[in-house]
């Protein structure tokens, strides 16, 4: 029953903690909205993968280790904030590119998939500090002597929400409305969202001295 209580928490938490805009969010719309469905669903899939990864790695400690060597936790959110940066940078550029209707349509090869899977996943791996919320929320829900078998449930359940909800950012950004939409205005929407992914880069990596 305790375990039980446990997961509920920690669903709660992360439901609230994952529909909070970010980063993220502004990677997977711009790929839906841009790239069609598919892609949409395969950052979505990535940000799933992200973020059983950081579950994994919080439940074996990482934590206590990026904790413990603080200069190891300034070099992973320096390479995070550097790596958004980068994505927005190539967002901006990527504004001046005209982009056909058949472009988005919502079949999509299985390289532009493939791609669409590891720009979500690195986008999630991007902050360390995902590493530090899911161990903090681990280590106030979790009961002591949790086994194996609770943390592989907790795992599913992370990509459970993680993918579910961006896989529904996905499926709504890529329908007609939206596509057109972003057709007509694609210079400025880029711009913006560029400009979004560079400050939330710029901001994580000027954090790191902090500590």
Do not use: C, H
Request: avoid cysteine.
């Amino acid at each position: 029953m305790n375990e039980i209580l446990s997961l509920a928490g920690i669903v709660g938490v992360l439901i609230v903690g994952t529909v909070s805009p970010g980063p993220s969010f502004v990677m997977v719309a711009r790929t839906a909205v841009s790239s069609g469905r598919g892609n949409g669903l395969a950052a979505a899939v990535g940000m799933g993968i992200g973020g059983v990864l950081f579950t994994v790695a919080a439940l074996v400690g990482l934590q206590a280790l990026l904790l413990s060597v603080p200069a190891l936790y300034l070099v992973f959110k320096l390479a995070g904030g550097i790596y958004l940066a980068y994505l927005g940078i190539m967002i901006w550029r990527a504004s001046r590119q005209p982009l056909s209707v058949q472009a988005v349509a919502p079949g999509a090869n299985s390289d532009s998939v493939a791609r669409s899977l590891l720009f979500g996943l690195g986008a999630q791996l991007s902050n360390p500090k995902a590493a530090i919320v899911y161990a903090s929320i681990f280590a106030a829900f979790l009961p002591n002597g949790a086994g194996l078998a609770v943390g592989s449930v907790i795992a599913g359940l992370v990509f459970i929400i993680e993918t579910a909800w961006y896989a529904l950012v996905a499926v709504t950004l890529s329908a007609e409305k939206p596509r057109r939409t972003y057709l007509r205005f694609k210079s400025s929407i880029d711009r913006v969202a560029g400009a979004v992914m560079v400050a939330l880069g710029l901001k994580l990596a000027s954090s790191a001295p902090s500590l």
